[in-house]
């Protein structure tokens, strides 16, 4: 693989223009590179008109931008994992509680909050899995074909990095490049700042011994040092490219998200692009009236004396009494447009917020005076709609992710022993967790010994004798063993809906299921009520398994005859003759 290969490819990528269908035509390096214009208000033609007046950039685009964000935003800790049918619910606990700790270390949250800022702006975001780490990858810097659906289909992924002479040679040392003086040497003698190293995906050609052509796919490394100007006097020409590193690879490392697809293009559609017609004529618009703004500004008087001085406000001094043959009057110089251009404004503003969802009920702002509050809420819910469907198809995308890369790194490095911290609502959940775990096994060996289940009571002593023997203490070390996590059958399930909940009616239900509570406790005991209580929950927002905390029985309670559940549906005071009691069954 040669450099004139790779700067074909870069120079069909940055001018070459696809056709979507017939009048659309699409180049991805142009459109990424106006998306930075318009995002962060700059022309691209300078700040001043051809008069040299400065031009006001009017901004429109960033606003949708952010409510999109927070519309499809969600965190590490909406991702939950679950015990898989024929799985262990306590190791799948503890490899959750791991996950998230390793998360935290390597700043898995900070890349997801980067990727749904970066969503709205480009429509697409690229991650560079590098031992199992995902990185985030600058799109100024990625080449790809423009017409392929996705990465693997592409002919090539070419991805620039720039660096200095330094850290060229501390970086290729590191990695084990080839060639790395040859290529410092060129540099030097060239007049470029920096070496960029081109590091391509894709099949290359080789000619075997007998002169057949095979292709395989690798993975390239090529240095261009810069331009040497000494080669014809007067002319800078490109100095060869130098091969670093040529390996054979199965595919390449990089992931894709994309918030809209069209057919035809890699690249996705952002809030920025959609916005491109609205953002030109706003700024259109903004200058016109700037415009108009210095003509009224004016003061400009008329005469048909031609004898008059010909400035009033330079030659006229302060009491001097005119006499001229026809009165001065002032030229009315207001603006009658006013109502025109604030029409025309609000025109392409609506029109924004129409194709991008953005209401003003989404943004937060203050609804119009006499809007009923049942309309507001149903804008709201339809306008979540929308970003509900977004929000879906990338926690899709990252669920896969920690499917085949995040997870399968940290169960690698997780592999040895360790130690795991328990603090707060962790260490409570593993308490509960544990003392079920045990009583069970107790419960099964009372079993298999007396051949019966043992009384309600009697489970409940069983259920506190194992609660007092377990460690009390405001933290726990877990000493994780080796090959703990091997073989564990797990699911993933990501929690896409904490973003759009309604703060007010979860505030209510959260309360409301407080003094439900503490009228009837046996909402948390009895199977029948149990359920539809926590379906109540789950319909005003409230997780269920903040409330399964199933307390360790005391056994000063059991001593004194203390009622333990409270509440619920009672059992007859008495069974029929002959009938046994239903406290206790033969196996």
Request: proline share 4%; with cysteine.
């Amino acid at each position: 693989m040669n450099i004139e290969t790779i700067n074909k490819e870069i120079q069909d990528f940055e001018n070459l223009e696809i056709q979507i269908v017939p009048g659309f035509m699409f180049n991805q390096k142009q459109t990424i590179d106006r998306i930075y214009r318009l995002y962060n208000s700059k022309f691209e033609n300078g700040s001043t008109d051809a008069d040299g007046d400065k031009k006001y950039f009017f901004n429109i685009n960033r606003n949708p931008c952010k409510v999109t964000t927070k519309a499809i935003d969600f965190d590490t800790k909406d991702i939950k994992i679950m015990t898989a049918a024929g799985g262990d619910a306590l190791r799948t606990w503890y490899f959750e509680r791991d996950l998230k700790f390793w998360m935290k270390d390597v700043n898995f949250g900070i890349l997801l909050n980067r990727i749904f800022e970066e969503l709205p702006k480009f429509g697409s975001v690229v991650l560079k899995i590098i031992k199992g780490v995902p990185h985030f990858i600058d799109l100024r810097n990625f080449v790809v074909e423009q017409s392929a659906d996705m990465l693997s289909q592409s002919n090539y992924i070419i991805e620039k990095h720039n660096y200095s002479a330094p850290e060229f040679r501390r970086t290729g040392n590191q990695l084990g490049w080839e060639n790395i003086d040859e290529a410092i040497k060129q540099h030097r003698d060239s007049d470029a700042p920096y070496i960029t190293v081109y590091e391509r995906y894709g099949e290359v050609a080789q000619l075997s011994e007998n002169g057949t052509k095979t292709y395989k796919y690798m993975r390239v490394l090529v240095a261009d040092p810069g331009e040497d100007p000494t080669v014809n006097i007067g002319n800078s020409v490109p100095t060869p490219g130098v091969t670093l590193k040529e390996t054979e690879v199965d595919t390449h490392p990089y992931w894709e998200i994309h918030l809209e697809k069209i057919p035809g293009r890699w690249m996705g559609v952002g809030t920025v692009e959609v916005l491109f017609d609205n953002q030109t004529r706003e700024n259109e618009i903004a200058n016109l009236q700037s415009k108009a703004s210095y003509w009224n500004a004016l003061r400009v008087f008329q005469t048909r004396d031609d004898t008059i001085n010909r400035n009033l406000m330079s030659e006229v001094k302060n009491g001097e009494v005119l006499n001229v043959d026809s009165e001065i009057a002032q030229v009315d110089m207001s603006d009658r447009n006013l109502a025109y251009f604030n029409q025309e404004s609000q025109k392409w503003m609506q029109n924004r917020d129409e194709v991008t969802f953005s209401y003003d009920v989404v943004r937060g702002d203050t609804l119009p005076s006499g809007t009923p509050l049942g309309s507001a809420r149903l804008a709201a819910a339809q306008a979540g709609t929308y970003f509900d469907q977004i929000r879906e198809n990338i926690a899709l995308n990252i669920k896969d992710l920690l499917y085949k890369v995040i997870i399968p790194n940290f169960s690698k490095q997780n592999s040895t022993e360790h130690t795991l911290r328990l603090i707060g609502t962790d260490l409570d959940k593993f308490r509960n967790m544990l003392i079920n775990r045990k009583s069970n096994d107790e419960l099964l060996k009372f079993a298999l010994k007396k051949g019966k289940v043992p009384s309600f009571k009697q489970y409940e002593f069983i259920k506190a004798s194992v609660g007092e023997k377990v460690k009390q203490g405001t933290e726990k070390l877990l000493k994780i063993p080796k090959g703990f996590y091997q073989n564990l059958k797990y699911k993933i399930d990501i929690i896409i809906t904490g973003e759009s909940k309604d703060t007010q009616v979860w505030a209510q239900t959260l309360f409301a299921a407080l003094q439900a509570i503490t009228v009837d406790p046996g909402l948390l005991t009895d199977p029948t009520k149990k359920k539809f209580f926590f379906k109540w929950l789950e319909a005003g927002g409230v997780s269920p398994a903040d409330f399964a905390t199933d307390q360790p029985v005391n056994m000063e309670q059991l001593a004194q005859g203390t009622p333990v559940g409270g509440g619920g549906v009672s059992r007859p005071a008495s069974v029929g003759a002959g009938a046994t009691a239903p406290s206790e069954q033969r196996i």
